[in-house]
């Protein structure tokens, strides 16, 4: 069996929302298992650039592809081999925590679907808690639901966004443990964040910032070029080699969020 | 096959919803019979307003059930990931029908049976066609839900859509006066709406009012209803914006 295709394209990708430019002319070129990460404040247009990805989105200009198949035409058969974990909540609150992963299951046809589930419950370490009712977790708890809901079907192609989001770091050290795993089973991971300490956990980085491609390479090129010790101070360090200064709102979420 | 790709995991996921939540299975089964029964106690001759019951509840409870569900299906964000699985929107839309048409079985047979304790109903043109009223009532009812869902932000809002999608429905259409006595800028407007015809057959049905005529007007009609709202229903599950 030939390796399954991973790969993402985007080319000049630009997406408007009225009179806001979420995505700016982004390009990027991935193909093969490596975890990517999209790092960037909030309203950099990772989330924006996510959704075009899987086709939830229609862009304003350009296209993006994945698995060599634009993002608009996706077939039955691309979504069975993608996996992807939204931002929101994304579960049934009414379900169990095994009905919700049971249900996506279902919905792509997963084969011995009893031992999938089990499996992608275990994965995320919630066995215990199987036949709970979503709405009696914690918040952490339901991001490992849903984080279940997107493995069970073991895609090739991951798309996540802020999966560690609210979760202790423990809890984060494992869950990138798991991407790893997946990266090396085969798998290409596309990971946002905007915790630039996670970033360093990639194997590349995306930086977006106003909806545009600020750098795109390897943490430790990052660190190796700007000459700082940390992705935070390499991102300030870019954001003043681009000739801009960071402005109030990464200031904020440097201090805050990047922290 | 593909077309309809996901529609029985997503039945079965609404039932399950439903399922893991009490208060509205009581609301569904339980609060018909109360109100039923109500009337009964209220009404000397009951069976003058007992068609209108019949058509109007699950009318009414299967729009509030789609609005609020879809709706919570589009803030909690599990729509847009079910839209990023491998399923066609026909499949979703359909696995809606399916699993929100049961519901209204159910109900109409709650209905049907406190009809007859309560409200002594006898069917003039038999059972069937009133099951095949109430699940067209349903169907159309469904769309209008999935529909206003999307201009509602929150729960709340959809609930204030009542007055305006519902109230006048159930005030013109047939309820209180025939609608061919109704003021001419009324009388159409209640010509293009759902509960009317909803009506009509009832009153067919279970009164025998009418011709044979009037029912498949009443039929064809709330076909023609279903068909349009299940149709702009899956557009407005479009993938992508």
Known sequence: ?259 | MTLLRGTLPVARRVLLSLRGDRRTLGLVVVVPAFIIYLVSEVFTRPETVAHIMLAVFVFFLTYILTAIGFLRERTAGTLERVLAAPVSRSGLVTGYVLGYGLLATVQSIVLLVSGIYFLNVTFEHGVELFFLLELLGALTALGIGVLVSLFAENEFQAIQFIPLVITPQVILGGTFMPVEDLPIYLEYPARVMPVTYLVQGMEYVVLGRGETADLWIALGALGAFTVVSLAVASVVVRRAR
């Open chain 1, 1 to 259: 069996m030939s390796a399954p295709d991973v790969s993402i394209s985007v080319t000049d990708l630009r997406r408007e929302f009225g009179s806001v430019t979420a995505l700016d002319g982004v390009d990027l070129d991935v193909d093969g298992p490596r975890i990517v990460g999209v790092a960037g404040p909030n309203g950099a247009g990772k989330t924006t650039l996510i959704r075009v990805l899987l086709g939830l989105l229609s862009p304003t200009a350009g296209s993006s592809r994945v698995r060599a198949t634009d993002s608009l035409s996706l077939k039955a058969e691309d979504r069975e081999r993608i996996g992807y974990m939204s931002q929101d909540e994304a579960v049934y609150r009414d379900l169990t925590v095994r009905e919700n992963v049971d249900f996506f299951a279902r919905l792509y046809r997963v084969a011995d679907r009893a031992t999938a589930v089990d499996r992608a419950i275990s994965f995320v370490g919630l066995s215990d808690r199987a036949d709970d009712r979503v709405s009696d977790l914690s918040g952490g708890m339901i991001r490992r639901t849903s984080l279940a809901c997107a493995l069970v079907h073991d895609p090739d192609v991951l798309i996540l966004d802020e999966p560690t989001v609210g979760l202790d770091p423990q809890l984060r050290a494992t869950m990138w443990d798991a991407f790893r795993e997946r990266r090396d089973d085969g798998a290409l991971i596309l990971v946002s964040t905007h915790y630039l300490g996670e970033a360093t956990r990639c194997d590349e980085v995306l930086f977006l910032r106003n909806g545009r491609v600020l750098a795109y390479d390897a943490p430790e090129r990052f660190l190796e070029e700007t000459g700082t010790d940390d992705l935070e101070d390499a991102f300030l360090a870019l954001l003043e080699r681009d000739g801009e200064p960071p402005d109030a709102d990464d200031e904020g979420a440097t201090e805050g969020v990047f922290a």
